[in-house]
């Protein structure tokens, strides 16, 4: 079963006059993320705006019967984490991490975690 990471890309954006201007800290992270992923089970994927803005920048772990997670406040220099974690929540049967297994950067950064459909 795949696990998808969504990475919100319009976090940490500049805006001018109403409009996005620029490359926002989301879609770096993305970029990062992409370009760093080897893992065949995990699947990255842009998603516009998660509601996060306040905590960016933020991504998600998804994956069909087990619970969901959100993060936020992540950069670029976490992506090796983001990554690690994500596999550890891949090998769950159920999607549940415990605090102390989650990676430092994404132990404090939990902004939610979501029960199966």
């Known amino acids: 079963m795949t696990t998808i990471v969504y990475v919100c890309t ?14 926002s800290g989301g879609e770096m992270l993305l970029r ?18 998660m509601s996060a803005c306040s905590q960016s920048c933020a991504v998600a772990f998804m994956s ?3 619970y969901s997670y959100l993060f936020g406040n992540l950069q ?3 992506v090796a984490a983001i990554l690690e974690c994500a596999a550890i929540y891949h090998r769950k ?15 404090s950064n939990l902004l939610a975690k979501l029960p199966p459909l």
Do not use: F
């Open 76 to 78: 670029t220099e976490s």
């Open 32 to 49: 990062a993320l992409t370009d760093s992923n080897s893992d065949q089970e995990l699947v990255i994927r842009p998603v516009n705006c």
């Open 64 to 66: 069909p019967g087990k």
């Open 10 to 23: 319009t976090c940490a954006s500049t805006w001018e006059n109403g409009k996005r201007v620029g490359i």
């Open 93 to 107: 049967p159920d999607g549940m991490m415990a605090w102390q297994e989650r990676p430092v950067p994404l132990r």
